[in-house]
Structure formats: structure tokens, C-alpha cells
């Protein structure tokens, strides 16, 4: 077994056992520090990918920016364990256990039935920022208009939505 | 080199534990934890056909899922503190405002 796949293995089981924990935990702050470590351990996995660009953007944008946002959120609304409502329908999680291990089985099949393909070693020495910067500039720039429209858009409607609603005290007497 | 195979088993893995995640807990919080975990793992498939074909459109893919990504994560947030502020709840059995 080579090195490789020793690291694989090792970074892909902490990538599950942190995925676990996120579902798992009964306290929302510690699911949100369990899913910063996920994100973390993905972005290992794109470097062994050939993806540098991607896990640097992966640390920016989901350990930097979309945890520290759930952070706040919990911050801002609590986070006691709700689950607490005995046999209030204590069937749905095995339900949904029962529909994941089918889904994964079928994802498994299909995964296994694949004709096993030959990677060129130096596949995707395009990971770096700058080949990758000149297809997203060149070939994509549609998409790269497309997401700024679409990011400005969830800002607006973010701030639209989490305002607070006027309360009758603060109204002209 | 780890074949792709590998790579497409664990993000399956990733997936199911997302998909799990989102039809067993009810703190809307976890909930929008366990989509952005199943959006991470496509991505992960995205990057490791990218590798097998050589080709550098998964890559773009996975680019524009990260903004697809923040922009639902912000919004998804901004509806769950207003909802919060409507009923003091993060239950999602609780949020039936427009059932009638």
C-alpha cells in the first residue's frame, strides 16, 4: 500500500468521523466546529486532487466565511438541544437510516459497475490559479457575471429578510 | 495515485451522512449544516472526474457551486432568524406560517 493511499484513507476517516459528528452532536456549536474540521479535511483531499486553487477557495469560503456565519447565528439565537419531546415520533431517524443505507447502496453498485480508468499522472497540472484563473476569465465569464448578480442578490434579500419588523413603540406618536 | 473510484465511495459516504442528517434532526441549524456537507461532497466527485478526464470544467463547477453555496447558506440563515423571531423556535416542525 502506498503512501498515497495510507493518507487517503487516514484524511478520508476523519473527513467521515467529523461528517458523523455533525449529525450526531446534540449542542449546535459543536456540530458547527465538527463541520469546520470536515471542511478542512476536504480541502486536504482537493490538494491530493490536483485542485490547489479549490482548497484555498474551500479554507476562504466555507471554513472562513460560512461557519463563522452559522457560528453567529447560534450566537444570536441560542443553542439549547431541542430534541428533547419524548416519543414525539422517535421513528423518523431510523427512517431516515433505513433510506440512507439504501441510497448509498445504490451509489456504491453504481460506483463498483464503473470500467476501471487510467489517470494520466500528470492529469490536471491545471489546478494552479493561474490556468484555472485563465478558463474561468476566457471560456466562463458568463458564469462569473452570472454569480456575481446571484451573490448581490442574497445579500439584498438576506438583509430584506433578516431585518427586524418595526414595532409600535418606535412609530411617530 | 488513488483511483477515482476511491474518492467517488468516500464522497457517496459524505452524501449519505448528509442526506441522513437532513431527514433525522429537526434543529433547522443542523439541517442547513447537512446540505452544506452534501453540496461539499458533489464537489468532491466534481474535482475527482476533473482529474480523471483532465478537464478543467469540473473545476469552473465546483467554482460556481461554492458561490451557489454561500449565497443559500446566507439566505437559508436570514429566513431561520426571521422565522426565529416570529416563533422562538429552531424546530422545524414548527415553521408552518404558510400552511393553511
Known amino acids: 500500500m502506498s503512501f498515497e493511499m495510507i493518507f487517503f484513507i487516514l484524511v478520508g476517516a476523519l473527513s467521515v468521523g467529523t461528517a458523523v459528528g455533525v449529525v450526531t452532536s446534540r449542542i449546535a456549536v459543536h456540530s458547527a466546529l465538527f463541520l469546520l474540521v470536515h471542511f478542512a479535511t476536504l480541502a486536504i483531499l482537493y490538494v491530493t486532487l490536483n485542485a490547489q486553487f479549490l482548497a484555498a477557495a474551500q479554507i476562504i469560503v466555507y471554513a472562513g466565511g460560512i461557519v463563522i456565519l452559522i457560528l453567529f447565528v447560534i450566537m444570536l439565537i441560542g443553542s439549547a438541544p431541542l430534541e428533547t419531546r419524548a416519543g414525539y415520533r422517535s421513528w423518523v431517524p431510523y427512517a431516515g437510516l433505513a433510506l440512507g443505507v439504501v441510497m448509498l447502496a445504490g451509489m456504491a453498485l453504481t460506483v463498483l459497475q464503473m470500467p476501471p480508468a487510467t489517470i494520466n499522472p500528470a492529469a490536471n497540472e491545471g489546478g494552479v490559479p493561474i490556468v484555472l484563473g485563465v478558463e474561468i476569465y476566457s471560456q466562463n465569464i458568463l458564469l462569473v457575471e452570472l454569480a456575481a448578480v446571484l451573490l448581490l442578490v442574497a445579500l439584498l434579500g438576506a438583509l430584506l429578510l433578516a431585518r427586524r419588523p418595526k414595532t409600535e413603540e418606535t412609530s411617530i406618536s | ?100
Open chain 2, 1 to 100: 495515485m488513488v483511483p477515482t473510484g476511491y474518492y467517488l465511495i468516500l464522497s457517496a459516504i459524505i452524501f449519505t451522512i448528509g442526506a441522513v442528517g437532513v431527514l433525522s434532526r429537526r434543529n433547522a441549524l443542523i439541517i442547513i449544516m447537512c446540505v452544506e456537507m452534501m453540496l461539499n461532497s458533489v464537489n468532491l466527485t466534481l474535482i475527482a472526474f476533473a482529474r480523471q478526464w483532465d478537464n478543467l470544467n469540473g473545476q469552473v463547477f465546483v467554482f460556481m457551486v461554492m458561490a451557489v453555496a454561500a449565497a443559500e447558506v446566507a439566505v437559508g440563515l436570514a429566513i431561520l432568524i426571521a422565522h426565529f423571531n416570529l416563533s422562538k423556535s429552531t424546530n422545524i416542525d414548527d415553521v408552518n406560517v404558510m400552511k393553511w
